[in-house]
């Protein structure tokens, strides 16, 4: 009886205890999420952009956007971070640490998507091109009609991937002092002596890809029946 009462009692006590940080933590992953949601909203068209200028046959876009993916997909996101944060200032062009983190995480999210939408677009068989051709469509109505919106639909398992390793990459704001969910349990374990926080942490990680992973299997079974409708 000693034995259960005394694991009750710490149950209890862990519980109590879990409770008071919770919010602090809740705090904190409100944060993760605004930059996650921001850089979300911002890398995936201007991947799409940047992917266009990929296949171009203009040269300098072609360039630019060749040399702008092979810079930030070949440097430390964190890397990347630090210099927006610290090294942009020095140019007399300062954020504080959200924005930097959103600059930073859409400039390098965006450079990943671009490659994602470029192996998707270049997957479609050429003949969808001459078919929209010998119809009378233009390059661009191609593209917007008929090309991009098959491109999405195969594309969205790698962008799954990636959206889910950008709510883990939302730790690393921690860097530049921002008071996301990781930072809010790292305080509340050296505050405490007590890594209950990181598991809390690590378990609010594990929902924000749960929800994340129904979503996008749900809208690729969307995607999937349309384009069996349409077919």
């Not at 999210?109 to 051709?133: H, L, N, P, V, W």
């Not at 730790?171 to 809010?184: G, K, Q």
């Amino acid at each position: 009886m000693d034995f259960f009462a005394k694991a009750f009692t710490e149950i209890l006590e862990w519980i109590t205890y879990s409770g008071g940080i919770m919010p602090a933590l809740l705090k904190g992953g409100l944060v993760s999420l605004r930059v996650f949601i921001l850089t979300l909203v911002l890398s995936l068209p201007l991947g799409l952009v940047v992917a266009l200028m990929r296949i171009s046959k203009i040269a300098p876009l072609k360039w630019v956007s060749s040399t702008y993916i092979w810079i930030l997909r070949g440097t430390p996101l964190l890397l990347q971070l630090y210099f927006v944060y610290y090294g942009l200032p020095s140019m007399g062009i300062t954020f504080d640490g959200i924005t930097s983190a959103v600059v930073a995480f859409t400039l390098n999210y965006a450079a990943y998507f671009a490659e994602i939408y470029r192996g998707g677009i270049e997957s479609i068989d050429r003949g969808q091109y001459e078919a929209a051709k010998a119809l009378g469509f233009s390059g661009g109505k191609t593209m917007w009609k008929i090309i991009i919106p098959q491109t999405l639909s195969r594309i969205i398992p790698p962008i799954t991937n990636e959206t889910i390793t950008l709510v883990k990459d939302t730790a690393l704001i921690t860097a530049i002092s921002v008071s996301e969910l990781l930072r809010a349990a790292k305080g509340a374990v050296n505050r405490d002596l007590d890594t209950t926080a990181f598991l809390l942490a690590a378990l609010l990680y594990l929902f924000f890809t749960l929800i994340l992973t129904i979503i996008f299997k749900f809208t690729e079974k969307r995607c999937s029946r349309h384009i069996r409708r349409e077919s």
